[in-house]
Every structure is written in structure tokens, then in C-alpha cells.
């Protein structure tokens, strides 16, 4: 989480980057702000620094929060970013700061209760200078409780808060230190409107200078306001008439009056103006709760369940949801959150302005009601999608959830989607209820919660998801589900500490020949058996998760699933024999799009075919995980649409780099030579046209290679990352050419000072610094770390 228009473009770039090319007026405010964490006089500059930035919603304070902590992360040993909301699960939020300053170190944060979090929050950050973005705070009560975890050993640590509330912004503020946020200026807003209309900061045509000025003065210099403005105009003809037309529809606008009221008005516009099939797609995020994180697959699914896709007959109808989700983030209705090492949007969220609006309209036309335990207050006859939310009240650890009432004149015998989040399960009226469900999503599902024969007798479902501790015989009826599109177990949890748990999936799912998406938990070190027959299973388009050890046999029937598009598996390093049934099974995939290796222990060789052999030509991305490849594989080179390879090799040679410089459409490289790999000391990378699309590469080595980068090399790349070992790294050989990349803007660099004098270490640091501080375009550093405990 690449699209082919520059109208999508912003879906593959870093997290906090991805708009920056579009971001206006956030410079001064970004400065303002780093000057107030650092410039720092005395004994305040060591103490804990906290400056809070107060405005009116969609004023961009999380922007230009996260805007500071992008640029000055690096300089910090740990950092976090989270967000609170009105109604903060201050459990979740704990749970999200420990996991980011530990680094995913703390795998069992999930079990901890408040407490035990504060107390694991400040064991980590104890004599570490920190950075914290503690974004969209709402009211006292949940600063002082993370507070607590905010430890000061006069180490230089820095906290920034975003909040609407003037009072929490003064409380939360050390030594007054606060930052309020101004409306755009006249000329900043219309350089965003243009940027956000044109791409580009142009002039408006002469025709359209007055109603542009007319309809930027009813926004009120409110960047969310105009960037929703704009990206409707862009959708537009642009001529005076239209333009004319939003001016109008805008009614008395932000110009005097910046309340929540009148915001609605202008992102009601917005929502009006959508073509028919975007507004189920945008209204169905009315169902998940504010700030919550939605996994962007999962959503086109869900879409696709729902009915809400159309396309021609033979077209993919998952791309066309791809599409869909596209355009709404084009349109500036929803907004990118998670971004992977490829550069590709995972998860996604709404604005929590737009959020209200949506509940408010999916309320009104009977589209999909969120209860959260409370007595149902509606008007509604016939409910269409129930979503049951945990009740949080306030910033209490936990709250008694009470059952669903529901009026004797409310039926929801013809509901199509049932979701469910957390704990709300308990609330969950019975199955047997539903008769017509399509979407099933139960994220957290207790033990006897659900009888299997009421989930068998789900006729009409599309989607099924299932997370949590369930009975191992819930799925035995699931042959029964002959609609079935979609199931969703990456939540499901294979070790139930408290009885038995689902260790295989039922003879029965081979009956489910209309299935297009398997997907389980790729990351846990076991994973669910599959039983003979997967074969079967033609319309499948997407295995995720697959566990080669336990279910050996399903390598073979791997071949006949010829429409698959998604392959991620893990285990193929731990027998000879499976490597090669699992190649010739690959060669007959020739849909295949992104195949991924997880958890493979030894060394894989993908070359064990003879030279006639080919590979799946339309591959467009290969994650090789943490599995080690012994070379990097010869056929690689008729990958012509391959735009992301992550790869660990144990041989790294200059007709490597030749052979993947010659890859026409390769834009993000994650390249690692490893520890016992056998390296040439200098890889040269020329201007021969190699690497002429590259915009993002990686390079991690344990040896004492070095690449010499020569006049014209990687033309387009922008991202630039090294990791290397200080012991290893000859003075001379760290910096050979970096100034022919000549479009570079940003440098990672991971120093690794195991078995490293601290003077070598720092000798290497200095020279990043200097060489980095010398290029041509002056990109941003980004210097860390590791194994510093092994110093010698």
C-alpha cells in the first residue's frame, strides 16, 4: 500500500511525505514549532519540553504536527505518534506508544491493562531522549493519564500535543509553551487551491479569477475547506459557469464564521457532488469509530461484498474498488495513514469532521446505525448495517457493556452487514437473527459466543472475518457459505491459552469454489492446516498466509489455482523437495501480481529450474521477508513489470546490480547483502539507462562492499538508505558518488556499532554528516543506531 496516473501518485509515497508536494503554507508553522522544541536555552534545554498547538478543526494542525516530528525524529533514540480522539480507548493508545518506542520489541502489549503499560512506556524510555506527537486531544482527563508514562531524565526529550481546546492546550503546555494556529493567508490559500486543481502552483485563468477569489473567501483560509473545495473544481469543467455554481451552493462559508456548523455545510457540498457509486463506498466508514485504522484490502472487499463495485463483464472487479478508494482519496474525502516499506498505502482513515458528517447522512437515509451498548434511539424501521462499537466512557480502563435494546417496531431480520469491534461481541444480538447477511466481521469473538450452526446457515454471505479465540468445530458448516467471496482469519488466534483453538480449516472449505480471498495470519511461526483439495478453489485470487510445513501437499495443487494474483507463504526453506514442486507449480500462475516469503529458515535457491523455464511475468512486487536467497535468481530478469523487490541475498556480485538495473519499471529496491554472504568489495553503478525509474532504495550490508555511484546513476532516485557495519566501513568507502544522484532528497542511515570502537562509530557519523551536508540538493538525515550495547 503503483497507480499509472500522476492523479494517484500520492498513494506511494512515505507516510508524511505523500502530500508534500501539495502541502502550502505549512513552512513558517513547521519552523515556528521546531524553534519552540529547540531553541532551548540553560538548564531547560536538557528538561522535558512540552508545546501544544490549538485550532479550529481541519486547520491542519496534524499536519503540521507530524511535518515536525518527520523532520526531527532522527535525532531522537525513540518516537511515537498517536492519536487520541473524543472518545480515547486510552488502553489502545498505551498500547500504540509502547509498541512504537520499544520498536515492536514489546510483542505482548495487547495483554497489558493501564498500568503495567505506564509502567513498560517509562521502563523503555527511562534515560532515552525521546520525541511524542500525542495528536488530537480532546479534554484534560486523557492528558493526565498519559502523562504518567511521559518519564523527564533531563535527556532533551520533546512532546507535542494537538488539540481544538484552548484549556487542554494550557495545561498540557510546560512553561506556557504554546503554538495557535493561524488561518492560511490569502496567498497561501490559493496557491493550495491551484496545487490541489492544476498540480502545479500556476496561475488562474483570467475567466476564473473572481469566482476563485470569491469562493476562497467563503473557506476562510481553512486548509481542509479548500482542499475539499478544490478537489471537487478538479472533478469539474472548469468554467465560470461551474465554478459559479459550488460558489453559490457554499452559502455564507468560514469568511466570519469558522464553526462546526458551517464547515459541514462546505463538506456537505463535497459529498453532494460525488458520483453515485463513491457515496456507499465512502458512507460504509461510518461504521468504524473515530481515529480507527482501516485496512485498505480489507475495505475494497467489504465494498465488494456489499455490491457496491460495477464493472464490465470480464473485469476485475477488485481493481475497480482499488479505483474507487483512489478516487475518494483524490477527492480528499479519505486519508492515507500506514504506508509499507514499498511505498504502499495499507491502512487509511476520514477526517474526524468528515466521520461526523457521514454518520449523520448514513443516519438520515437508513444506510448503517452505530450502537455502542446504549438503548437504541432511532427512527429507523428496517436496519440495513449495524455497527457495534466497545462503549468507552470517557478515559475509563474498562466499561461494563451493557445488552442491545431494540424497540419492538425496529427489524433487523434484512440486515446486510454486521460489524463488530473489540469486546462489543458480548452485545451481538444472535445470529439466527440475520437471514440475509452478506458481511460477517467479528474481530474479537470469545469463546461459545457463536453456535457453528448458525454461522452454516449464512447463506447469502460475501465476507466472513474472524479474530480472536474461536472453538475449533465453528467453521465445520462453512461449505455451507456457497457465496462466500472473502475469509478474513488474520485475527483468528491459533493458541488459546484457556482450551482448544482452530489449528486446521475443514474439508469443507474445498466446496467453496466461488472463494477469491483466503487470507491468514502470515506472521505467526505456525499457521492454519489446509486440507486436501485446495485446488479446487479456481476463483481464488489471493492466498495469504500459507504454511507450507503443515499443509505440504497444497504446493502441489498451488498450479491449478491460475487466477491467484496474491501469494504470501512461508516455510519453503525447511525441505529441498518444496522449493522445486513449489516452482513448478509457479510457473503456471501467469496472473500472478505479488508473491511474498515469510519465516523460511536456511538458505533458498529459486534457480532450480532449468534455463527454460520462466516465472510469472506480470510480477509487480516480491517480498522475500526474512528468508535468505542464495543468489539473486537469473529470471528475475524477464520480470518487465516488476516495480518493488525487498530481497535478502547471500551473493551479491556486479552482474546483480547490472541485471536489476536493466528492470525498465523497478521504482523501490530493498537490497541486503547478508552476514556470511560472499560480496564483491565494489559494486559500480553507472549511467548506462540502469535504474532509470528507481525512486526509493534501500541497502543493507555486513561487509566491507561499497557502491560507487557514477555521472547519471539512478536519475530518479529520491530516497536513499544505507545500514552498515562501523567496524567494517573504511573511511573512503562511504561516500563514492553520492553526488550524481542527482534528484536525492532524503537519507536514512542505520549505523550497526557491534563489535565497534565508540571513536569508529562516531568517525562514521561524522563523515554521513559531511557528506550528506555537501550535496548539491541539501536532502534531510535521517541517522541512527543499533547495538550500541555492543560497543567495545
Not at 510480477?619 to 516488476?642: C, D, I, K, M
Request: glycine letters at 8%; aromatic letters at 6%; hydrophobic letters at 40%.
Amino acid at each position: 500500500m503503483t497507480s499509472k496516473t500522476s492523479r494517484d501518485a500520492s498513494m506511494r509515497f512515505p507516510k508524511g511525505k505523500k502530500d508534500a508536494a501539495k502541502l502550502v503554507g505549512i513552512d513558517g508553522p513547521t519552523q515556528k514549532l521546531i524553534d519552540l522544541l529547540t531553541r532551548v536555552e540553560g538548564v531547560k534545554k536538557q528538561k522535558l519540553r512540552v508545546v501544544s498547538i490549538v485550532g479550529v478543526g481541519g486547520l491542519g494542525k496534524t499536519t503540521i504536527a507530524n511535518s515536525v516530528y518527520e523532520r526531527l525524529r532522527g535525532q531522537f533514540e525513540s518516537h511515537a505518534f498517536v492519536s487520541v480522539s473524543l472518545k480515547p480507548d486510552m488502553k489502545q493508545i498505551l498500547s500504540s506508544i509502547l509498541r512504537q518506542v520499544s520498536k515492536d520489541k514489546c510483542t505482548n502489549a495487547g495483554e497489558k491493562d493501564r498500568d503495567e503499560l505506564l509502567r513498560s512506556i517509562r521502563d523503555f524510555l527511562v534515560n532515552k531522549r525521546y520525541l511524542i506527537v500525542i495528536d488530537d486531544v480532546w479534554n484534560v482527563e486523557a492528558w493526565e493519564i498519559i502523562k504518567c508514562a511521559l518519564i523527564d531524565k533531563n535527556v532533551g526529550s520533546r512532546v507535542i500535543v494537538t488539540t481544538r481546546k484552548m484549556d487542554v492546550a494550557k495545561f498540557s503546555s510546560m512553561d506556557g509553551e504554546l503554538y495557535e494556529l493561524d488561518p492560511l493567508s490569502e496567498k497561501d490559500s490559493r496557491r493550495l487551491l491551484c496545487k490541489r486543481i492544476f498540480n502545479e502552483d500556476v496561475g488562474i485563468h483570467s475567466d476564473l479569477e473572481e469566482v476563485t477569489m470569491k469562493i476562497l473567501k467563503k473557506c476562510g483560509g481553512i486548509p481542509l475547506a479548500i482542499i475539499t473545495i478544490a478537489s471537487m473544481l478538479a472533478s469539474m469543467p472548469r468554467t465560470k459557469y461551474e465554478w459559479y455554481g459550488v460558489h453559490n451552493s457554499m452559502g455564507s462559508g468560514l469568511e466570519t464564521d469558522k464553526t462546526l456548523d458551517k464547515m459541514r455545510n462546505i463538506l456537505h457540498l463535497s459529498y453532494s457532488e460525488l458520483p453515485f457509486y463513491l457515496k456507499p463506498c465512502l458512507l460504509y466508514l461510518s461504521m468504524f469509530p473515530e481515529d480507527f485504522e482501516i485496512r485498505i484490502n480489507d475495505l475494497v472487499r467489504l465494498w465488494l461484498a456489499e455490491g457496491f463495485i460495477y464493472g464490465k463483464q470480464g473485469s476485475n472487479l477488485y481493481d475497480i474498488g482499488e479505483k474507487y478508494f483512489n478516487e475518494l482519496v483524490n477527492r480528499s474525502m479519505i486519508q492515507l495513514v500506514e504506508i509499507n516499506e514499498f511505498g504502499v498505502a495499507k491502512t487509511c482513515r476520514v477526517h474526524d469532521m468528515i466521520l461526523d458528517l457521514i454518520i449523520s447522512l448514513s443516519t438520515q437515509e437508513n444506510f448503517a446505525i452505530i450502537l455502542d451498548g446504549s438503548h437504541l434511539k432511532s427512527t429507523m424501521h428496517s436496519i440495513r448495517r449495524i455497527s457495534l462499537h466497545d462503549k468507552v466512557d470517557g478515559n475509563r480502563e474498562d466499561s461494563k457493556e451493557e445488552q442491545i435494546i431494540l424497540p419492538t417496531t425496529v427489524s433487523i431480520s434484512h440486515a446486510r452487514s454486521l460489524v463488530v469491534l473489540g469486546n462489543a461481541v458480548q452485545l451481538m444480538p444472535p445470529l439466527s437473527w440475520f437471514s440475509v447477511l452478506r458481511v460477517l466481521c467479528l474481530k474479537n469473538v470469545p469463546s461459545k459466543v457463536i453456535h457453528p450452526k448458525d454461522l452454516g446457515s449464512l447463506h447469502h454471505l460475501r465476507y466472513l472475518e474472524l479474530g480472536g479465540e474461536v472453538e475449533p468445530g465453528l467453521l465445520e458448516g462453512i461449505g455451507n457459505l456457497k457465496l462466500l467471496k472473502t475469509l478474513n482469519l488474520k485475527l483468528l488466534k491459533t493458541f488459546n491459552l484457556w482450551g482448544p483453538s482452530i489449528e486446521e480449516l475443514p474439508t469443507s472449505i474445498v466446496e467453496l469454489q466461488g472463494l477469491e480471498h483466503l487470507l491468514m495470519d502470515k506472521r505467526k511461526l505456525t499457521g492454519l492446516k489446509l486440507p486436501d483439495g485446495i485446488g479446487n478453489l479456481t476463483s481464488l485470487q489471493e492466498l495469504s498466509g500459507l504454511d507450507v510445513n503443515n499443509s505440504p501437499s497444497t504446493l502441489t495443487e498451488l498450479g491449478k489455482l491460475t487466477e491467484l494474483r496474491t501469494l504470501a507463504l512461508k516455510g519453503l526453506g525447511e525441505n529441498e523437495s518444496y522449493m522445486k514442486t513449489f516452482l513448478q507449480s509457479l510457473s503456471n500462475l501467469g496472473n500472478l501480481r505479488t508473491l511474498e516469503f515469510y519465516s523460511s529458515t536456511g538458505t533458498i535457491s529459486l534457480d532450480n529450474m532449468s534455463d527454460q523455464w520462466r516465472g510469472p511475468v506480470h510480477l509487480q512486487s516480491f517480498n522475500g521477508g526474512v528468508s535468505t536467497f542464495f543468489a539473486l535468481p537469473r529470471w528475475f530478469s524477464s520480470l518487465s513489470e516488476l516495480s518493488c523487490l525487498f530481497i535478502r541475498v547471500n551473493v551479491l556480485r556486479q552482474v546483480d546490480l547490472q541485471l536489476l538495473g536493466a528492470l525498465p519499471v523497478l521504482r523501490i529496491l530493498y537490497l541486503q547483502a547478508a552476514s556470511r554472504g560472499v560480496t564483491e568489495e565494489r559494486l559500480a553503478i553507472g549511467g548506462d539507462q540502469s535504474f532509470r525509474s528507481l525512486a526509493k532504495f534501500r541497502f543493507m550490508h555486513y561487509s566491507s562492499c561499497w557502491l560507487v555511484f557514477g555521472p547519471g546513476a539512478m536519475p530518479k532516485l529520491q530516497s536513499f538508505g544505507l545500514y552498515l557495519e562501523a567496524q567494517k566501513t573504511a573511511s573512503g568507502g562511504i561516500d563514492v558518488g553520492w553526488e550524481n544522484l542527482t534528484s536525492l532528497k532524503h537519507v536514512t542511515v542505520t549505523v550497526d556499532c557491534d563489535g565497534a570502537r565508540a571513536r569508529k562509530v562516531e568517525d562514521v557519523e561524522t563523515r554521513i554528516r559531511d557528506v550528506v551536508g555537501s550535496h548539491p540538493n541539501h536532502p534531510t538525515l535521517e541517522l541512527s543506531r543499533v547495538s550500541e550495547q555492543f560497543m567495545t
